[in-house]
């Protein structure tokens, strides 16, 4: 699941290369045997293998895999190509130790090679270039009672199998430890209603909090509590955290293998976790969410994990939580964007508290509401019948994604399973009568347009068979395919960078940001993967005391991607992100639009056209809501090649983005000359 790419590979040489195994990388090759010598190579690489590398050599680059390219690399060490100027200095160096320990097993580095370029050694699996990451979700309102640490083993495979990433989220997870002999069924549901919904605490309640978020920091992994413990027990010691955050009974961890946290295959880089508290006055963390970030060899990811308001009747509550978790931890990403829109995946986990409400459907229809009774019964029944496709229709989620008011882009898997909340505390799946049953417990997905298909779920379920809480647990497994590196060139060399150009850029129904029911909007550009334009994105000219902009193309900046190769542009997105501009305080942000910076049609191929148009015509969005926010047109070209030169003069004729909103001193690859 990499970004690395390599140069255009050379063509068959029969000269040995014996100082690719240099130790410029530090590693220690005194054990490995000698280079191959090319008699050897001759001996073990067949004229069929050799055949089939050099078909590989003569592929171009865009279309050379990485597991291709460690063949390639393969048979350059028994002096069969010259080594190519690999585009990032870890691949390549992975590929040294991966060789370099398979030719001290066998013996050699012919037979090494050969053992790779014919599948007897997997060279994908030991780079892990290449293939899918695979990823396992886990959400569960754990109810404040002690789990049974043998249920484990109904969601985490023991010593992880072949996921790369565990991300584990938990909800109302603070519990005592009991005696390991005590049989958990002594939990009885004659508790107290153990449903913290309306639960506010106290103000040593709220001390302890702070307390307890004070030492999850300090503390290491093997002083964590009892819950962190038997997760990673369950793991085992290949296994550690990449990064752990706790707010007051809310935790998230993401766990990985060691080989991918540290050393030289080490493949995650770039964490950082915030948080934000939705509960009681933003101040008390009975609510509110975790989100973490990470980039995976090169895949930007991100995790949210969340407790939203409780009961059927707080809808809006929890769409507006989604809004001030999505707020509160924007720091987490960069160029001011928040966790929704800047990552190439994004995952959001937890107790979302969205119901299903049948009266929704009596409103439609003009009925009267049921009676609690009647409509606990009929929901019962529809899940008797396993009619779940009947219930999702009435899911509060659903509806909220359908008007716009929540998880807008989001996705997520068929609820082919029986609801998660609330039931007896034991196996199996019995509701308790004060509840209507619901899907509380969710686990959904969005990517960047250009990565819509990247992630495959392949399991996702309820799992009747956890007996402790009044939650039913959620586990969802992913295939997530990398995201090729953009290779990008330096400012000093704008003169050769495609050229966009707006042709047409309005706005229509923009969210009324100032006390006269108008706004002053103007766009920022900003892209994923970040940096595209420059250290500091271009800006539009600001339109004054109008909810319906129409910028002029003088307007608008001419933006010129800093792409070393124009099918690069594939792999990009255009992020255009309004703001209300204020002459006191910050500017108001009004929403944004994702766009593909590449052409619509995938099947395009880039070095065989000068020029594409795209048009867009996009819903606003703020967070992840566009209910009332407005849409967004727009038409723009893309110049390179033979028509690049024509491209420049043109808009330098017509004056193009010259009236655009510029800052002083800010690098930005908006300029024409």
Known sequence: MSRRKSSRASSVNASSNPAFFAGDDGADDTTAPQAATLAEANDVLNPATLEALTQVLQKREETMSEAQLALVLAAFNVGRCRTPKFSHAGVAKRIRIALRDEAVKCGSWGKAAVAFATGQSNMSAVLQLGSPAKVLVFSWNVGNKMPDEAELAHWCPEGGSDFDLVVVGTQENKYKKKNVDSPVSAVSDDDVD??????????????????????????????????????????????????????????????????????????????????????????????????????????????????????????????????????????????????????????????????????????????????????????????????????????????????????????????????????????????????????????????????????????????????????????????IDGSREVKTIPLKQLARAPLLQFTALKAESVRAADMNGKSDPYVVFYSNPPGLFGSRPPLSKIKKETRNPEWATAEVPVLRPLVESVNDLKECALILVLYDSDLVGSNDPLGRAIVKLGPEDDSVDLLKVTSYEVEFNKAIIHGNKSAGMGTIQGKFTVSFGETLGAAVQEVKRNKVGSKAKRKQKAPSACVIA
């Open 194 to 479: 153990d449903d913290e919904e309306d639960y506010a605490p106290t103000e040593e309640e709220i001390a302890e909090q702070e307390a307890q978020e004070q030492y999850e920091r300090a503390v290491t992994q093997k002083e964590r509590n009892h819950w962190d413990m038997i997760v990673a027990k369950r793991l085992g010691m290949d296994w550690g955290v990449v990064k752990s955050g706790v707010l007051w009974q809310m935790r998230l961890t993401v766990y990985a293998p060691l080989r991918h946290i540290a050393g030289d295959m080490a493949r995650i880089s770039d964490v950082d976790m915030r948080k934000s508290r939705t509960g009681i006055g933003g101040v008390v963390a009975n609510k509110g969410g975790l989100v973490c970030k990470l980039n995976f060899a090169g895949t930007t990811l991100c995790f949210v994990s969340s407790h939203l308001a409780a009961h059927s009747h707080k809808l809006k509550q929890r769409n507006d939580n989604c809004q001030e978790i999505l707020r509160e931890t924007g720091r987490l990403a960069a160029n001011h964007l928040d966790a929704a829109s800047q990552f190439d995946h994004v995952f959001w986990l937890g107790d979302l508290n969205y119901r299903i409400d049948l009266n929704s459907k009596a409103k439609e229809e003009g009925r009267p509401e049921k009676s609690h009774d009647a409509h606990m019964a009929e929901v019962q029944g529809l899940v008797a019948k396993g009619n779940y496709e009947e219930l999702v229709k009435w899911d509060q989620l659903k509806i909220a994604q359908n008007d716009g008011e929540a998880f807008v882009n989001f996705i997520e898997g068929p609820l082919n399973f029986k609801p998660t909340f609330k039931v007896l505390r034991h196996e199996g799946t019995e509701y308790k009568h004060n509840r209507i049953p619901s899907f509380c417990d969710r686990v959904l997905w969005k990517s960047m347009p250009q990565r819509l298909g990247a992630v495959r779920q392949t399991l996702f379920t309820g799992l009747e068979v956890i007996s402790t809480s009044d939650h039913k647990p959620v586990v969802a497994h992913f295939e």
